[in-house]
């Protein structure tokens, strides 16, 4: 059986015992660590499968050439955790001409969903996204709203790229400026790479039930990665399936 849900979900059903996988697109929180190994005296295990990128979009036709992580939290925060300005206007970003004075419209996931844990986490230094967020249900509805609006921005998985926007470069550690491509991805330069994971009970000491320790030496294999692959994700290089394998051990 495969129940498709919330990131929120997942942890609870391996809590509880009433999933064998749980598929996640962020890590465990330290909350969701501590209570399952105060039920069960260990963590639970969680192996990378494939990777990701969180891009920010906007609509094609957009001129911003790219943003910092301090812009960004400029621009989706109310609490500016990294201490910039408001950035509520395309001008503020050094845009000119008719771009001056639009208004910036925010897209993006409710607090359910693990893109957003990770983007608050990660750009907003666990701050508070702005009450105008115009949170969408999935990546393609944001993807889509960002497209109609032209002063919009929004992000989502580097899976849901379409015609009609653009990714912006990031700022990385080194300050350069870097696309959502799978060649930054790999080399973890651009900064909002994010794993995709499946977490499983595992006792130390004991082997993976026979179907699930399938599963994920599939997931692990050549075969599986390329599967990762041709459904819209990035493969894992060889040192992080190597990890993945030891954690089945």
């Known amino acids: 059986q495969v129940t498709a849900s919330l990131a ?4 609870a059903a391996l809590l509880e015992g009433r999933a064998d996988l749980v598929p996640m697109c962020r890590p465990l929180t330290p909350e969701e660590v501590q209570g399952f190994t105060a039920k ?8 990378k499968v494939a990777a990701d990128a969180l891009a920010v979009y906007v609509e094609k036709r957009n001129p911003v050439p790219g943003l910092t992580l301090e812009q960004l939290d ?12 408001a950035i509520e206007k395309w001008g503020q970003l050094g845009l000119t001409g008719q771009w ?16 957003h844990v990770i ?5 907003l230094d666990g701050g508070e996204f702005r009450l105008s967020l115009r949170v969408e249900g999935g990546g393609s ?3 889509q709203g960002v497209a109609a609006a032209t002063g919009a921005i929004g992000f989502a998985s580097n899976f849901f790229t379409a015609k009609a926007v653009r990714a912006v470069p990031l700022a990385g ?19 909002l790479v994010r794993f995709l994971y499946i977490c499983v009970n595992k006792h130390p000491g004991q082997s993976l039930s026979d179907p699930v320790a399938e599963f994920l ?3 692990l294999s050549r075969e599986g990665q390329q599967v990762v692959a041709e459904g819209g994700n990035i493969p894992l290089d060889a040192a992080t399936v190597a990890e993945g394998r030891r954690a089945m051990e």
């Open 74 to 85: 400029a621009i989706f925060s109310r609490t500016r955790r990294r201490g910039g300005r």
């Open 217 to 219: 030496r599939f997931l």
């Open 100 to 115: 001056a004075d639009r208004a910036i419209v925010l897209y993006g996931y409710g607090p359910e969903d693990g893109a």
């Open 8 to 11: 929120s979900i997942g942890p």
């Open 119 to 123: 983007f608050r986490q990660r750009v």
């Open 40 to 47: 069960y005296g260990y963590p639970p295990t969680q192996i």
């Open 173 to 191: 550690t080194d300050g350069q400026f870097y696309a959502p491509t799978e060649e930054n991805v790999r080399s973890l330069n651009y900064p």
């Open 141 to 143: 509805s944001i993807v």
